[in-house]
């Protein structure tokens, strides 16, 4: 398995967080499929398979995916499953990118994952394409962000000043005080959660729940600390909320995960 991330030009890192590839064998050493698990997030993505396919594993049955789609904020986890060696190119974008690349707001698009070619017609077919038969990953950094680019150039009208209070969130791992961050906005509470939730997706208090669970699983491979101390470290009052948090998004408990024995998990071993 190969994991690894590329910065995006300046100029975009206000709306995009990272480009990432992901590349690997699919039969593990145990002869069978390799299937990935999608926990909850708190940003977006755009993701494009340029070699093999994964299907979606539901609990109503097996779902195919697109070659390309916008896999939307998520509170929930999936899982994917492939037999084909694969490739795939993503861009780790902020929710907030969203109004300003789609011609809609960002929680229209929550626990949502509908192909480009759905959300964007002939422009969302010829960008595929592209990333398709693109020959390097440069380029399809390239192809993304002249594309990115022109998108935000011309919805720039759509920026609103909420952006910042999701970016604070992000950047505070989730650890704030909804009621007191309310106030920094001058607007009152039902006021700022509904502005939050249309940049977001979501409600501000479960938005800093995801991020604070997603900032609790960047500590995997950290040998040293204990469960107990990742939980006050990434803010959980005490053990069980964030037992349930853990559970509630990814479905491991948190034990399970930080073994490094669970499905999917060889890509933060690259």
Not at 26 to 33: A, K, L, M, W, Y
Not at 123 to 135: D, P, Q, S, Y
Request: glycine share 8%; aromatic share 16%; proline share 5%.
């Amino acid at each position: 398995m190969k994991y690894y991330t590329i910065p995006p030009p300046p100029k975009l890192a206000p709306y995009v967080r990272f480009f990432w590839v992901f590349e690997g064998d699919t039969i593990t050493s145990s002869g069978n499929p390799y299937v990935y698990r999608s926990m909850a997030d708190g940003c977006v993505e755009l993701i494009f398979h340029f070699k093999g396919s994964f299907d979606e594993l539901s609990r109503s049955g097996t779902l195919k995916s697109s070659f390309s789609e916008v896999h939307g904020q998520s509170q929930f986890f999936r899982r994917y499953i492939t037999s084909e060696d694969f490739g795939i190119f993503g861009v780790y974008l902020y929710p907030f990118a969203i109004p300003l690349l789609f011609p809609f707001p960002a929680n229209e698009l929550s626990n949502q994952s509908p192909d480009l070619k759905t959300v964007l017609g002939k422009a969302g077919a010829a960008l595929e394409e592209k990333m398709m038969f693109a020959g390097t990953h440069q380029q399809r950094v390239s192809i993304m962000a002249a594309f990115l680019g022109k998108q935000v150039q011309k919805n720039r009208a759509k920026e609103d000043n909420m952006q910042h209070a999701v970016s604070e969130i992000i950047r505070l791992d989730g650890q704030v005080n909804i009621f007191n961050f309310a106030d920094n906005y001058c607007l009152s509470l039902r006021q700022f959660q509904r502005r939050f939730k249309e940049l977001s997706g979501f409600p501000p208090k479960l938005y800093a729940r995801i991020i604070r669970f997603g900032a609790a699983m960047q500590r995997y491979g950290n040998n040293f600390r204990s469960l107990t101390d990742i939980a006050y470290e990434c803010g959980y009052y005490d053990q069980s909320h964030f037992i349930h948090d853990f559970k509630e998004f990814s479905g491991y408990h948190p034990k399970q995960y930080f073994s490094g024995r669970t499905e999917g998990i060889e890509w933060r071993e690259s």
